[in-house]
């Protein structure tokens, strides 16, 4: 009964910004964490970032110092302000939550925004 919503992709030309946002809508259910993932053509989905309800903060080494995670937990939105954007950031962005519906923990994902940075 949960599902994420991601906003804010596009193109952008290196050293540019994007804003990326995430909604979870739904009923019944605790965020523990929610994050950012990207995966590119031909590789592995990778971490970016990741925040806990607590506000611990977790970053990929490739985007510390540039990304920066943020959340409102009232409103179960997550945002990734990116700046200095590179051409090696170029992927599709999946919203990540951690979420527990009855006890039970559940990953759930969105279906990705495209980010691109090229000039």
């Known amino acids: 009964q949960v599902h994420l919503v991601e906003s804010g992709g596009g193109l952008v030309q290196p050293g540019g910004s994007l804003r990326l946002s995430c909604v979870a809508s739904?009923?019944?259910?605790?965020?523990?964490?929610m994050g950012w993932f990207r995966q590119a053509p031909g590789k592995s989905r990778e971490l970016v970032a990741t925040?806990?309800?607590?506000?611990?903060?977790n970053y990929a080494d490739s985007v510390e110092g540039r990304f920066t995670i943020s959340r409102d937990n009232a409103k179960n939105v997550v945002y990734l302000q990116m700046n200095s954007l590179k051409p090696e950031d170029t992927a599709v962005f999946y919203c990540?939550?951690?979420?527990?519906?009855?006890?039970?923990?559940?990953?759930?994902w969105g279906q990705g925004t495209q980010v691109t940075v090229s000039s």
């Open positions: 990540y939550a951690s979420i527990n519906i009855r006890w039970v923990i559940n990953d759930y």
């Open positions: 739904g009923s019944g259910f605790d965020i523990n964490a």
């Open positions: 925040i806990t309800r607590s506000g611990v903060l």
